[in-house]
Each structure stands twice: as C-alpha cells, then as structure tokens.
C-alpha cells in the first residue's frame, strides 16, 4: 500500500496539475478537479496511515481503496479528458492495485469493469462518431487490463519466489 502511494500519488498529482496548469479549464471544472484532488489525497493519506494500525481491518481497507481510486478517476476523467488527453491513465491505478491484492479474476474483472467505463465516459464525449480517437480508447482500454494482468504476474511471481527463500 504504501509503495502505491509513493508512486502513483504523486504520477496523480502531476497528471492533475499538469491538466489544470497547461490546459486552462473552465473555471467549473478547474474548481471541482481541485475538489477531488484534495478529497483524494485527504482520505488515500489517511487509509495508508491508519491500514496497519488495524490489522483485522488491513484486507478490508485494501479492496476499500482500490474502488476508492476509482471513483476520483472518474470525475476527474470526465471533467478534465476534453483538455488533456493523458488523463485516461488514472483509470491504470485501481486496476494496479487490485493486482497486487486481488486473486487473477478479481484483477481481470476489475480491469475489465474499469477500462468499460472509461470506454462508456469517451462514447458519452461522441469519441466513437468518428475518426482514430475511438481506436486509440480501444487501446487505452486494452493497455488498462493488460498492464494490470502484468503487474498482478509480477506480484504473484515475488511472492512464489518470497515463499520459496522462506522455506529454505
């Protein structure tokens, strides 16, 4: 958990301000991204925080920020994805990390259910009425659930080479 946050807090951050900055976006959605961001990182600092401090609670609290994760990329997505294409890769985090703690189905369900509503977000913009947008959001969209089926291999590849160190 804490190596997410190290990594994909801050590739959040970045990705957002780099939206706001660069793009200019209406005063509207310029508000309400610096809403969700704030929410975001408030409640993600204070589920990585508190995770250990309640074992029995830690699995729970996992699976809570996976979706948790989700539901900022979505507003964000659709609020600022008009000014800054590169805003479909917050829809990699819940997947990723749904890698590292979920079973390979969960992983590929929730990949697939995340990359689907990305999908639903762009064919709701008109992306699919024409053109090479609707083929780069199919690749998008594939690259979320691959990545995360790569990423859960890897997990599960330190975990059986952890398992075996242990029983040496």
């Not at 994909?8 to 959605?29: C, E, K, N, V």
């Amino acid at each position: 958990m804490q190596m997410l946050n190290r990594y994909f807090t801050p590739f959040a951050l970045i990705l957002i301000l780099s939206a706001i900055y660069f793009s200019q976006p209406d005063p509207r959605d310029y508000k309400l991204s610096l809403l969700i961001l704030l929410s975001s990182i408030l409640v993600n600092w204070w589920l990585s925080k508190n995770i250990y401090r309640i074992p029995r609670l830690a699995r729970h609290i996992r699976k809570i920020q996976v979706w948790i994760n989700f539901v900022w990329a979505v507003p964000l997505f659709y609020l600022l994805q008009p000014y800054w294409g590169p805003m479909w890769l917050l829809f990699v985090m819940a997947p990723v990390t749904a890698a590292l703690y979920f079973t390979f189905w969960q992983t590929c369900l929730t990949s697939t259910f995340v990359s689907a509503t990305m999908l639903a977000i762009y064919w709701k913009r008109g992306v699919f009425d024409g053109g090479p947008a609707a083929g780069m959001a199919f690749v998008e969209a594939a690259f979320i659930v691959i990545f995360s089926l790569f990423v859960h291999g890897l997990a599960q590849a330190a975990l059986r080479l952890r398992d075996a160190n242990i029983s040496r």
